[in-house]
């Protein structure tokens, strides 16, 4: 049976009055950008095949049972591009995946990189709650 204390966590800045299809995608960007990450490294040869042959070793024992379970996420908000770094930050610092998303600017923002969304994990509950536990709920 599937762990159900597994989750990720992706974190939307409300500050900043992001039309509801823009979040929506930020928070979409936030929430595969691990994995992306993660086979572009496996791809790339960052991590050597002769040393790490299966697919499954790709993958934390925490991660592979949210790929295969039910997915959870969890949605919070922030109020400022100094939060949502804060946040960064110190998960990175509890070794903890913490992937932040800079939207180009191209449709808001007029023109200017900005700092939308976070996400965290997948994790356990355990090694997230501290990290975003007192986050307001979207």
Not at 6 to 22: A, E, P, S, Y
Request: glycine share 8%; hydrophobic share 45%; proline share 3%.
């Amino acid at each position: 049976m599937m762990d159900k204390k597994v989750k990720q966590v992706i974190v939307i800045r409300k500050d900043l009055n992001m039309r509801r299809g823009k979040e929506i995608a930020q928070g979409a960007h936030a929430s595969i950008a691990w994995l992306a990450n993660r086979i572009t490294e496996y791809t790339t040869g960052l991590r050597s095949a002769e040393h790490d042959p299966f697919l499954d070793n790709l993958f934390s024992l925490a991660e592979r049972q949210w790929i295969q379970g039910y997915f959870r996420k969890i949605c919070c908000i922030v109020n400022s591009e100094e939060e949502l770094l804060a946040l960064v930050e110190k998960a990175r610092t509890a070794g903890v995946i913490a992937e932040l998303i800079q939207d180009a600017g191209l449709t808001e923002f007029g023109g200017v990189p900005t700092y939308t969304a976070a996400a965290f994990g997948p994790d356990y509950d355990a090694k997230l709650d501290p990290i975003t536990g007192e986050l307001v709920l979207y």
